[in-house]
């Protein structure tokens, strides 16, 4: 019975002993497991100075119908053959007048004027 309850008292005291120092970081040796995961995946810029303040800034997409008005200029890069429209194909659009033409952004329909690129009228889609 002595040896019995030396070898439980014994047992009990090296797991006492022995979960801390599992339970510790092992920052002096590297997983290599993990590390070569790690080196995988390329680092973005964002990634490389990490500041807890900063948020990250989605691109904000641009809704004619609510931040243009009439008068204001259009972007170059709407005025790519991509952004333009055929007024015959869309009973809500008018025929565009000289210098004018019809372009789409986001669904809506925009009527700029080509030398200027000032907008003249908006539709919203």
């Known amino acids: 019975m002595n040896t019995f309850l030396k070898a439980i008292v014994l047992s009990i005291s090296t797991a006492l002993v022995a979960a801390p120092v599992m339970a510790a970081p092992q ?11 790690q080196h995988k995946a390329p680092m973005q810029p964002q990634q490389l100075h990490k500041n807890p303040h900063h948020k990250p800034v989605a ?3 641009i809704n004619p119908s609510r931040d243009w008005r009439v008068g204001q200029k259009v972007p170059n890069q709407h005025f790519s053959q991509s952004y333009k429209v055929d007024h015959k194909q869309y009973k809500k659009l008018s025929k565009p007048g000289r210098n004018q033409q019809w372009i789409k952004v986001n669904g809506d329909y925009i009527l700029t004027n080509v030398k200027t690129h000032n907008i003249i009228k908006i539709i919203a889609g």
């Open 59 to 61: 691109k904000k997409a």
């Open 27 to 37: 920052e002096h040796q590297p997983n290599k497991h993990y590390t070569q995961q």
